[in-house]
């Protein structure tokens, strides 16, 4: 018998099935903070939903709670405290370990079922959702509710539809029959079953508390396993209202809602101690190299799924768009104060300059004309302030300062304070943008997380696709980008990127941004260079998160 919440969202299963195999546009959840769409009174509702949880104890109901903890502050200056439980991960573990074979028991039907169920929950808490990301990371009110809601959730129900699309390639049950000549075939029942790996942890990052989060906690969930977030210290309120969401939806199904808990600490010690758990048989990771090679190193008992740190670059070679490609390379500069893992900080141009439909652009021209790109792009304080939103740490802060300084190149933008008179504490800083040449790999060969850009000066676009292709496959990238208007460069270009294994945006002067991942249709990451081993999403990401187990017997 079908279960019913399968039948229930049957539709937008294969409306996302459809999407991941056809690629095209598809959307399940409406990107619109738009009150004729969640309703008129949810934006109000949602704020308030947000509002309750400021200054109180974040209820769970978790095995092994000892006490409670908190801290987070907020970029922009806003008093959160909120208290959340501490929990023994040893417990947490344990009770997550019981929780599983009623949820394998469910099916792959049930399990896809509620798993969108869950996704349509969350989606009714956008606006609450959307308040407790960007207070917690810094985010723009829009790209909170857009990239901490609604697109979140897509790339959660992404992971669902693999996960589903793969389990339901195995057969629950078959009849093998042999033939033996002249004597009776050979005839015995088998039977398959689809088995969690294990309990699964998914470690969230500062910055997308939810984007990142989601597609491993839903690949995990829906491939049979239990799962322990593990949110990032300064950004729990998010992972917290999405645990208490799913457990709510499994209790409501008969599930054991601690299958599905979070453990909160900022202790590395306590991270380290539950990630290489002998029970532990995944953990999603979005996060600097240190803490993200130490989890591929030490979590043995477990496949890794990380996303670490990368210099992504883009090759600038010639163009017919002059004005259009500076305008799309402002907004991809500023949007978050660059605090995305998808932004360029290595713009390459060679030093003779490139051919524009307004004639030749020297490299110092180019440079000057980015600057002012970028300042005329956020000359309105309303612009910048929802573009840029705020800084999310002190060491983004320090580095931001240190680049302004001119240690790491020759300043042509440098960066400025403003004051968000909504949030008179934020800490607001406008991007910096060096130039340097490109002998001076120790300056941008590295990830310098924020709003810091290096404008490169190579030889010629030959040596600029060569270096970006050593970087990539040296320290890994999510994104690269080329203008050009010679067919021929990008023939080069995107062959350097199918050797370093990188996604490859062309001549984009548009509303599409280097930096944006769209659900169902954008691979996010590769897992073929140092930036990934994985990717959000494919059927890798979920195929290793379950085990067939077969018995058989004679009819």
Not at 435 to 459: L, T
Not at 535 to 552: E, I, L, P
């Amino acid at each position: 018998m079908t279960h019913p919440l399968f039948e229930k969202h049957r539709a937008t299963l294969d409306g996302a099935l459809n999407a991941i195999h056809t690629r095209g546009y598809w959307s399940a959840f409406n990107e619109m903070p738009s009150p004729k769409v969640y309703g008129e009174t949810a934006p109000d509702d949602g704020k308030k939903a947000y509002e309750s949880h400021l200054g109180q104890p974040f209820a769970l109901n978790q095995p092994g709670e000892s006490g409670w903890t908190g801290g987070e502050q907020s970029p922009y200056g806003v008093a959160l405290a909120v208290q959340y439980p501490v929990c023994d991960f040893a417990a947490l573990i344990a009770a997550g370990q019981q929780a599983m074979p009623a949820w394998q028991a469910v099916g792959a039907e049930g399990r896809t079922g509620i798993c969108i169920e869950i996704l349509s929950r969350l989606n009714q808490q956008s606006f609450e959702l959307a308040h407790a990301v960007m207070m917690t990371t810094g985010q723009g009110w829009m790209m909170a509710f857009q990239a901490g809601s609604p697109h979140a959730q897509e790339r959660g129900l992404e992971a669902v539809a693999y996960a589903w699309r793969e389990q339901s390639f195995v057969p629950a049950e078959t009849v093998w029959e042999k033939p033996q000549g002249k004597n009776p075939p050979l005839v015995m029942k088998k039977h398959f079953e689809i088995v969690g790996r294990g309990v699964a942890v998914v470690v969230g990052c500062g910055t997308f508390p939810t984007w990142n989060t989601y597609p491993g906690l839903f690949a995990a969930l829906a491939t049979g396993n239990a799962v322990i977030v593990k949110p990032h210290s300064n950004a729990i309120l998010p992972a917290a209202i999405t645990v208490r969401t799913i457990r709510a939806v499994l209790a409501e199904n008969g599930i054991d809602p601690n299958l599905v808990t979070l453990c909160v600490t900022d202790k590395r010690e306590t991270t380290q101690q539950l990630v290489t758990h002998p029970a532990v048989k995944s953990v999603d990771f979005t996060g600097g190299n240190v803490f993200g090679q130490w989890l591929i190193d030490h979590c043995r008992q477990a496949q890794v799924y990380a996303e670490l740190a990368g210099v992504n670059n883009i090759v600038i070679d010639s163009t017919d768009a002059y004005r259009k490609m500076l305008g799309n390379l402002a907004f991809t500069l500023s949007l978050y104060s660059g605090q995305m893992c998808t932004t360029s900080q290595a713009i390459l141009v060679p030093a003779a300059g490139i051919d524009t439909e307004e004639g030749h652009k020297s490299y110092d021209e180019i440079c000057r004309d980015l600057a002012n790109a970028v300042t005329g792009f956020l000359a309105k304080p309303e612009v910048a302030f929802a573009v840029l939103g705020a800084i999310q740490s002190a060491d983004t802060l320090k580095r931001i300062e240190e680049a302004g300084s001119g240690k790491l190149g020759t300043v042509i933008l440098a960066p400025t304070r403003l004051e968000n008179p909504d949030f008179p504490k934020a800490e607001v800083r406008t991007p910096v943008l060096l130039a340097c040449a490109a002998g001076e790999e120790a300056k941008y060969m590295e990830e310098r997380f924020g709003p810091i850009s290096f404008i490169v000066k190579v030889a010629d676009t030959a040596a600029a696709i060569a270096l970006s292709e050593r970087i990539i496959s040296t320290h890994g990238a999510l994104t690269a980008g080329i203008y050009s208007t010679r067919p021929e460069v990008i023939e080069a270009m995107t062959a350097a990127t199918w050797r370093s294994k990188v996604a490859l945006s062309i001549n984009l002067t548009g509303g599409v941004f280097v930096n944006q991942s769209t659900a169902y249709s954008d691979y996010h990451g590769t897992g073929g260079n140092p930036s990934a081993n994985a990717s959000y999403a494919d059927s890798a990401f979920v195929a290793n998160r379950f085990r067939v187990v077969q018995r058989r017997y004679h009819v």
